[in-house]
């Protein structure tokens, strides 16, 4: 896991990461990317390569098979690396800290933020690591040769599009809509401002009223930007002394989307559901949809 890959950053050199970026591009080809393609791009000595094989295996920065012939797969920790390692070079972060939440898709990490100038400020910023087709990866490990020829890209490949959904999306509807601010994205990897105050789930409103009003207009909003978010609830909404920001887009719609209606209510739905469990405030849901679509 991540913890595993804080460590072992650190000690990796540019030839480490060389080789990852060999494995990573000979993937797009291969299920097992062969040693000599590694070495075609590394153009490292047999030896020396074997070397590096051995220590990111140790390092379970990649996985090796050595049939039908001898070759590697980079695994999620190594994938981590290699996103980790460009974000640092380009100046967006300098530094990774404590996990901050891990969902069913994804890991998130705080993180130290380079200033624009040199004179500024380390900010302290998220890079959430998408983790969308883990579990098939997880099966990868275990039953290797059962596994049909395109399975092996998934995670890497869902895993992509989805950081990079996210990272679009949010991008379109900052800072119209409230959300935290995207800074930079990479791979499977997002940078975003931290989400201002506490988690919905979490917090004892002292006015819901005024709350669930504010979220209720920043779906407004977004929908007037012809997007739902879809997958909305008291645990992607995040509460501050001003008003509301929504995180974890990947999952979002388009209104052109056969199930739009049926997804936007389902979103105003969970909203209200919790309001009325945890402070026992009712309010229609037909009604608030329909004022959203009227944009009123
Ligand atoms: N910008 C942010 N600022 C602060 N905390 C964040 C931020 N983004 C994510 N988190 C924390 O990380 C958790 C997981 O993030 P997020 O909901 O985006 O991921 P997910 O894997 O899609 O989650 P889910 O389990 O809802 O599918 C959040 O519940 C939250 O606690
Ligand atoms: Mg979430």
Redesign the pocket.
Same mark, same amino acid.
């Given at each position: 896991m991540i913890a595993n890959v804080i460590r072992t950053f650190k000690k990796l050199d540019n030839k480490d990461f060389r080789v990852l970026t060999g494995i990573e591009l000979g993937m797009k080809n291969f299920e097992w990317v062969p040693v000599e393609e590694v070495q075609k791009f590394t153009k490292y000595p047999y030896g020396a390569l074997q070397n590096k094989f051995r220590l990111l295996m140790k390092d379970n920065l990649v996985i090796r098979t050595i049939l039908p012939y001898e070759g590697y797969q980079i695994y999620f920790d190594g994938y981590d690396a290699l996103a980790l390692n460009t974000l640092v070079k380009r100046g967006t972060i300098s530094a990774i800290g404590d996990e901050?939440?891990?969902?069913?898709?994804?890991v998130?990490y705080e993180a130290i933020k380079e200033p624009e100038l040199a004179m500024g400020k380390m900010t302290p910023v998220?890079i959430?690591f998408h983790r969308e087709g883990r579990t098939s990866f997880t099966q990868v490990k275990r039953i290797r040769e059962h596994l049909a020829d395109k399975e092996h890209f998934s995670w890497i490949y869902a895993a992509r599009l989805s950081a990079k959904r996210e990272y679009e999306i949010m991008e379109m509807l900052y800072p119209e809509v409230s959300i935290?601010k995207p800074i930079d994205h990479n791979r499977h990897a997002l940078v975003?401002?931290?989400?201002k105050g506490s988690?919905l789930a979490k917090t004892r409103l002292l006015k819901p009223e005024w709350f669930l009003h504010e979220i209720i207009s920043q779906i407004r909003m977004t929908y007037s930007l012809g997007v739902i978010h879809a $997958?909305l609830s008291e645990?992607?909404i995040f509460v501050y002394e001003c008003g509301v920001q929504f995180? $974890?887009w990947p999952q979002y719609v388009n209104l052109d989307h056969p199930q739009a209606d049926e997804l936007l209510k389902r979103d105003v739905f969970n909203v209200l559901a919790f309001f009325k469990r945890k402070y026992g405030i009712e309010m229609d849901v037909d009604d608030v949809v329909s004022g959203i679509k009227d944009g009123i």
């Open positions: 901050i939440g891990v969902g069913k898709e994804s998130v998220i959430k935290p975003m401002a931290i989400a988690l $997958d645990y992607n995180i $974890d």
